[in-house]
C-alpha cells in the first residue's frame, strides 16, 4: 500500500508540472511530450509518466495516440472564454446561495480563509496563496446547500487551475486577487445575494482577462529567444 500510494502521488506531482508547461504557453497545441525526456527531467521510471498522461487526458489537456504516444492538447481561445464564463456563473451561483445560507461558523471559517490569503499575499507566497485560494473557494461552495453545485463547480475549478494559479503571478494580480477575496468576504457577511453573486462573477472574469495577458507575453518572450 505503501509504494500504491507514493507512486500516485508522483504521477500527481508530474501532472501538476506538466500542466504548467502547458498552460504557460510554452508548446503549441499537437506538440508530441516525450516519455523519455520528461522520465528524465523529473527523476523518474517511465511509468508514472505515463500514469500522469492519463490523467491530464482525463482532464483534456493531454490526447493519447496509441502506438504514438502523447500530445499536448491548448484549448483555444473561445473554449478558454466558454469555460471561465460557465466558472463565473457557477461560482456567482454558489456565492448567491451561500449569502442566504451559509452558518456562523462556515462564515468564522470564510473570514479566517481570507486572513491566511493575506498573510500568503504579503509573503508573495504565490502557491502557498492559490491553495489557500481553494479553500476560500470551497467554503463558498459548500455554503451553498447545494451538493450538486459544489462537486461540478469543483470539477470545473480542478480543471481550470493550471490557467488560475498561473495568473497570480503576473504584474499585481495577487494584490487585486485579495482585494477581491476581502469584497467577496463583505458581501456574504452582509448576507447581500446579489452582491456575492457579482463580486464572485467578476473575480472569475478577470481571472481569465489577466491569464489571456500573462500567456500572450510568455509567447512573446519564447517567440523572442528563438530568434537570438
Known sequence: MRDSDSKITTSEDI?????????????????????NRL???FGVSRTPVREAFRLLAAQGLVTIHR????FARIPDFMEMVEMFDVMAGMEAWCGRLAA?????????MLGASADRCETLQQAHDIAGYYDENEV???????ASGNAFLAQETTKLQRRLKPYRQLQLG???RLEQ???????ILAAITARD???AAAALHDHIRIQHAVYNAYRDEMRRKIEQAAKV
Do not use: K, P, V, W
Not at 442566504?100 to 468564522?108: F, G, M, P
Open 177 to 183: 486577487s485579495l482585494r477581491e477575496h476581502r469584497e
Open 39 to 41: 522520465a528524465q527531467m
Open 67 to 70: 502506438n504514438r504516444g502523447a
Open 15 to 35: 501532472c501538476l508540472n506538466i500542466e504548467r508547461i502547458i498552460a504557460s504557453g510554452e508548446l503549441e497545441d499537437g506538440a508530441r511530450l516525450d516519455e
Open 136 to 142: 476560500f473557494h470551497q467554503l463558498i461552495y459548500n
Open 100 to 108: 442566504t445560507r451559509i452558518s456562523n461558523a462556515a462564515l468564522i
Open 170 to 172: 503576473y504584474g499585481d
Open 193 to 195: 445575494a446579489d452582491r
